[in-house]
């Protein structure tokens, strides 16, 4: 019998079932599985021990070798009863009786399959530093609070201090590995390989974090992680490497912020060469898959299309001091025809481009280099520009409807053709004509 139903069958409750002869049975309600006597039931020694052989064997496969015996060939990782205790083989051996030494360490102290003397306290005693190490071969014995169950205050801690280059690849401490393969299921249910949840009522002044991790490096190679996260597209469901909801149930205006995501970025010095990165969205092509690796955006703020009211005040915003650009561009165009821009709107908004409240202390809102052009068409063909000399508006005729305004400075004084006083120096395809002035 599966281990479970020898859990359910011994440590069971009292069920009501069609039939059980008592006032009010329920309809519809067979007897349960594995609880053929329903009631209440008080566990035999006996019990226990199939209830727990069943556990060791399902859950430590064929380590579980049973009551010690001399002339048994023991291998790394057998598990084995001997004097109310189990003991866990370190290394391989043939006939040395479990004592804490170089071949046996304790696994569960003072408990054993043959008397049933199991208790709560004794299943939730400390594992020592020997267990770990026969699992996790090449990292050391310095393993520090690993008991199973902590107390307030303490904490539940696996720590280890790898010290060979030469540990297996991949080397974990804790692993969770979890494979779902079935067919079916409910659309929605969540069923995840670890989940943590944390709730922390109106009171406390500290702070608590669901998750924490720490990284302290010191090393000159490598390309060492606090958090990485990887998932791989293989088939057509929706994929993501990671995710973060946030919900804010307060009222509009209540204080303390919302945050989704937020980088905190320490340093000490400049960062001339731009190698101190915020955020860093990479593209990599996957070995072996192609040439091409596009993806249709690199930073995305959207909303779900069907729910109405949903927006940003502002959907990007910069409040900390620039030494050298908000935004900054060093990427070239892909040469796909699709008419690569710096900056490319859509939408419908009130303005393009605002800076009516901006302070620059050149006073230049836009700069431009030599012959680049300002266009006014989707063709590109009327456009305005500088050659460095003049100011050319190409295309089409300027027009004022309040006429044209010039400085006094300006103006040239001289002879005009036959006429003196002042004129307007034009350039008329390179040749230079003259305009005379006359009074109003």
């Known amino acids: 019998m599966a281990a479970e139903d020898d859990v359910l069958r011994v440590f ?3 069920n009501r079932y069609t ?3 008592l006032p009010g049975e329920p309809i519809n309600a067979p007897l349960p599985v594995g609880d053929p006597q329903s009631g209440p039931h008080s566990p035999k020694k006996s019990e226990l021990r199939t209830v727990l052989l069943a556990v060791l064997s399902q859950t430590l496969g064929s380590l579980y070798k049973g009551v010690w015996a001399a002339p048994t060939a023991y291998l790394k990782g057998n598990l084995v009863e001997y004097n109310g205790t189990i003991w866990i083989a370190d290394r391989d051996n043939t006939g040395v009786a479990p004592v804490e030494g170089d071949d046996w360490s304790l696994f569960l102290p003072g408990v054993t399959v043959a ?4 208790t709560f306290s004794k299943l939730a005693s400390g594992v020592p530093a020997s267990v770990l190490q026969t699992y996790f071969p090449g990292v050391s014995t310095n393993v520090q609070s690993t008991g199973l169950s902590g107390t307030d205050g303490d904490s539940l801690m696996f720590y280890a201090d790898v010290t060979s280059a030469s540990a297996e690849a991949n080397l974990s401490i804790v692993r969770v590995q979890k494979t779902a393969d079935y067919a079916g299921g409910t659309a929605g249910n969540v069923k ?3 989940w943590t949840t ?4 109106d009171g406390p002044l500290d702070y ?7 990284l302290v490096n010191y090393a000159s190679a490598g390309e060492n992680v606090a958090r990485y996260s990887k998932a791989e597209k293989r088939g057509t469901g929706p994929t993501w490497a990671g995710c973060f909801d946030i919900e804010d149930r307060m009222p509009s205006g ?9 980088v905190t970025a320490k340093a000490t010095g400049s960062d001339a060469d731009s190698s101190r990165n915020g955020v860093n969205i990479a593209l990599h092509r996957i070995p072996g898959a192609g040439t091409l690796n596009e993806w249709g955006r690199g930073f995305w703020t959207s909303t779900i299309p069907t729910e109405l009211d949903n927006r940003f005040r502002m959907a990007y915003a910069n409040t900390a001091p620039i030494s050298y650009a908000v935004f900054f561009n060093d990427g070239d165009d892909a040469g796909t025809g699709e008419g690569g821009a710096l900056l490319r709107d859509q939408g419908s908004l009130v303005r393009g481009v605002d800076l009516a409240d901006a302070t620059y202390s050149t006073n230049e809102a836009i700069r431009l280099a030599t012959n680049h052009r300002i266009a006014f068409t989707a063709d590109g063909a009327h456009y ?6 003049v100011v050319q508006v190409v295309g089409a005729p300027l027009q004022a409807n309040l006429g044209l305004a010039f400085p006094s400075a300006g103006l040239v004084t001289g002879s005009a053709g036959s006429a003196t006083g002042q004129y307007l120096s034009i350039l008329i395809d390179g040749a230079v004509k003259k305009l005379a002035l006359l009074n109003a």
């Open 198 to 201: 944390l709730t922390v009522e």
């Open 208 to 214: 608590h974090w669901a998750g924490l991790d720490q």
């Open 19 to 21: 039939g059980d002869g």
């Open 192 to 194: 995840t390989a670890s």
């Open 384 to 389: 305005m520009r500088s050659t460095g000399t």
């Open 115 to 118: 008397d049933a003397s199991i």
């Open 254 to 262: 209540t204080a303390g912020g919302a945050l989704g995501i937020e």
């Open 12 to 14: 069971r409750e009292f």
